[in-house]
């Protein structure tokens, strides 16, 4: 069993108290935004079944969901939407969103735990932790709320351009997605960098 809160004691030991944990979602789909979430967990908090969220069912995501905002500290969550992954690219467009979760939460953390390797300057303490969201209380948390989030969001996409199957695949580039963008083209929110090669190929 990993203990998630591992890396958090290793920095609570330093006296370092109010940590908080960011994730994205969204950052491989051909359309929709990229989602990140923050949050700040109270120390050592119980979340039964916490991991990274795409190792979790749908349900067992959307119970966590709920108890997470409300047994959070502060928790935040921030979108960059497709003509801001084509504007600046999908790593910047990560970070925006990142940043403008960052900046909803209601507590200053006094460490931002961030899944992956990229580091960036959010304005306070950073440490990136490689496969964080399987590792960290807090990262865990926000990926949870980062997909959730997205996830709904591309549900009320599906209504608004059904032709596409976005309740299936959330926008991800699976063979039934290709098909429908062969049929009918790309809708408002694809991301037409991510479509180059595509078109280029057709």
């Known amino acids: 069993m990993v203990n998630m809160w591992e890396i958090e004691e290793g920095y609570y030991a330093q006296g370092i108290r109010i940590i908080c944990g960011v994730d994205e979602a969204g950052r491989g789909p051909l359309a929709g935004p990229v989602c990140a979430a923050a949050v700040i967990l109270p120390e050592h908090l119980e979340l039964p079944g916490l991991t990274d969220s795409k190792k979790l069912t749908d349900k067992k995501r959307r119970e966590l969901y ?5 047994q959070a500290i ?17 790593l ?6 990142m940043s403008r979760a960052l900046e909803q939460l209601g507590v200053k953390p006094d460490l931002a735990l961030i899944d992956g390797n ?32 997205r996830d709904d969001l591309m549900l009320e ?3 608004q351009y ?9 926008g991800y ?3 039934a997605h290709y098909a429908a963008l062969r049929e009918h083209g790309p809708c408002a929110i ?10 280029g190929n057709n």
């Open 173 to 175: 580039g699976t063979k």
């Open 190 to 199: 694809h991301r037409m960098s991510f479509l180059k090669k595509f078109y």
């Open 74 to 90: 502060a928790y935040g969550i921030g979108f960059a939407d497709e003509k801001e992954i084509d504007e600046i690219n999908i």
């Open 118 to 149: 990229r580091e960036k300057d959010f304005g306070i303490p950073v440490k990136t932790v490689v496969k964080g969201d399987s590792l960290s209380a807090n990262i865990a948390a926000a990926s949870v709320l980062a997909k959730v989030t």
């Open 162 to 170: 059904p032709e596409y199957g976005f309740e299936i695949h959330k």
């Open 157 to 159: 996409m599906a209504q």
């Open 66 to 70: 709920p108890i997470i905002k409300e």
């Open 92 to 97: 910047q467009a990560t970070f925006l969103a």
